[in-house]
Nanobody, 125 residues
Framework: QVQLVESGGGLVEPGGSLMLTCQAS????????MSWFRQAPGKEREFVAG????????YYGDSVKGRATISNDSARSMIFLQMNNLEPEDTAVYFC??????????????????WGHGTQVTVSA
């Protein structure tokens, strides 16, 4: 069974930066896509960014475009999310998700078979 573990969350001041890491373990060879979602209290889970295993093909949610960069190390089954110029609205639990299929609707949580437990990011002065 694939397991995903997120790390790197914490408290950041507005305007600051953060890098999140997701480590996949288990049978990871068939994971075609890995993505980040986030969920703020009282809100729907929102697509943040996704990347194909090859590293070619990266997609971003509108709310983070220009402030976020997703990258991967497929040899170590890891993905990263660098977020800059953080805003209080970025406060949420950030989840790593993985999908074994090549064709998918990136922003739909139902497309992803595997999920991590999440890491809290709080942006506050």
């Amino acid at each position: 069974q694939v397991q995903l573990v997120e790390s790197g969350g914490g408290l950041v001041e507005p305007g600051g930066s953060l890098m999140l890491t997701c480590q996949a373990s288990g049978p990871t060879d068939n994971l075609e896509v890995m993505s980040w979602f986030r969920q703020a209290p009282g809100k729907e889970r929102e697509f943040v960014a996704g990347i194909r295993k090859s590293g070619v093909g990266r997609y971003y949610g509108d709310s983070v475009k220009g402030r976020a960069t997703i990258s991967n190390d497929s040899a170590r089954s890891m993905i990263f999310l660098q977020m800059n110029n953080l805003e209080p609205e970025d406060t949420a639990v950030y989840f790593c998700a993985a999908c074994p299929r090549y064709a998918l609707h990136w922003g739909k949580r139902e497309e992803y078979d595997y999920w991590g437990h999440g890491t809290q990011v709080t942006v506050s002065a």
